[in-house]
């Protein structure tokens, strides 16, 4: 016995159960690559690092808005079940939890990209640094 196996795996039924319930809270990079702008694409993805930041190098499609700045007036533009998918810099950062907070505090439907820019660079996508969408608002 290793100290991987010291403690037994759940049973089957269990991590069926724990795996699925993970599912609906995040997603990956490589499933928000293989849909974004294909007729498939039924989400809003939110980069909430910052404006600085997503003026550096952002996921092209993404949406500005740094997690202190969701509030229901900015939402008003999505129908109430548009989902959101929310990244910041990577595993070392909370913004993406933040914001995943208050996007469900105000009834939103939302899941995590977990990895943020650091899983997306990790799997060779692309960043864009258009002009930031809170520039143009």
């Excluded at 740094?66 to 509030?71: C, E, G, P, T, V």
Aim: charged residues 15%.
């Amino acid at each position: 016995m290793s100290i991987v196996t010291e403690v037994a795996a759940a049973p089957s039924a269990l991590a069926q159960a724990h795996f699925e319930a993970a599912l609906q809270f995040e997603t990956d990079c490589w499933d928000v690559h293989s849909v974004m702008e294909t007729p498939q694409q039924d989400f809003v993805l939110l980069d909430v690092r910052g404006t600085e930041k997503y003026a550096a190098g952002h996921i092209p499609g993404a949406i500005d808005m740094a997690q202190r700045k969701i509030i229901g007036s900015r939402l008003a533009a999505y129908p109430a079940g548009t989902v959101f998918i929310t990244y910041c810099a990577g595993p070392h950062c909370n913004g993406a939890a933040r914001a995943a907070i208050r996007l469900a505090q105000l009834g939103r439907p939302v899941k995590i990209m977990t990895g943020g820019i650091t899983g997306w660079l990790d799997e060779g996508f692309p960043l864009a640094t258009a002009p930031t969408s809170e520039a143009a608002a």
